[in-house]
């Protein structure tokens, strides 16, 4: 695999590749710290919402409609998302604070039962 041969020329030591059919990626997500979307292009990341039910601090840049969601850490570039994150791991208060927040307005506002309320309202 290229990418794997890549990861070992260079003696990177900080990224995993995650195999997602021996790993349980929603055990990963629970013990993550924050969650951080590199992608430049998006619409909508799905990942937002998995790491909201899950009390997740979500850092991406701003795209796709990814800054409509106000409980996002939107970026304007690499230099500012790192700020961010260094923020996030020098005050772990607020993380833990983040993280009912989170997972509350999950419930609240995004999650299935609250979709399934708003499509009957729009179709029904």
């Given at each position: 695999?290229?990418?794997?041969?890549?990861?070992?020329?260079?003696?990177?030591?900080?990224?995993?590749?995650?195999?997602?059919?021996?790993?349980?990626?929603?055990?990963?997500?629970?013990?993550?710290?924050?969650?951080?979307?590199?992608?430049?292009?998006?619409?909508?990341p799905?990942?937002?919402?998995?790491?909201?039910?899950?009390?997740?601090?979500?850092?991406?840049?701003?795209?796709?409609?990814?800054?409509?969601?106000?409980e996002?850490?939107v970026?304007?570039?690499?230099?500012?998302?790192?700020?961010?994150?260094?923020?996030?791991?020098?005050?772990?208060?607020?993380?833990?604070?983040?993280?009912?927040?989170?997972?509350?307005?999950?419930?609240?506002?995004?999650?299935?039962?609250?979709?399934?309320?708003?499509?009957?309202?729009?179709?029904?």
């Open positions: 695999n290229k990418l794997k041969k890549y990861i070992k020329e260079k003696k990177i030591t900080n990224v995993e590749l995650v195999n997602s059919k021996f790993i349980d990626l929603n055990e990963e997500i629970k013990k993550s710290y924050v969650i951080i979307n590199t992608s430049i292009t998006e619409v909508m799905l990942s937002i919402f998995e790491a909201m039910e899950k009390g997740k601090i979500y850092l991406s840049y701003d795209v796709g409609s990814v800054a409509k969601i106000p996002i850490i970026n304007k570039d690499i230099k500012h998302m790192t700020l961010n994150l260094k923020s996030l791991l020098e005050n772990e208060s607020i993380v833990l604070n983040s993280s009912l927040n989170l997972q509350k307005n999950y419930y609240k506002k995004y999650s299935i039962l609250k979709i399934k309320e708003k499509l009957k309202v729009i179709f029904c």
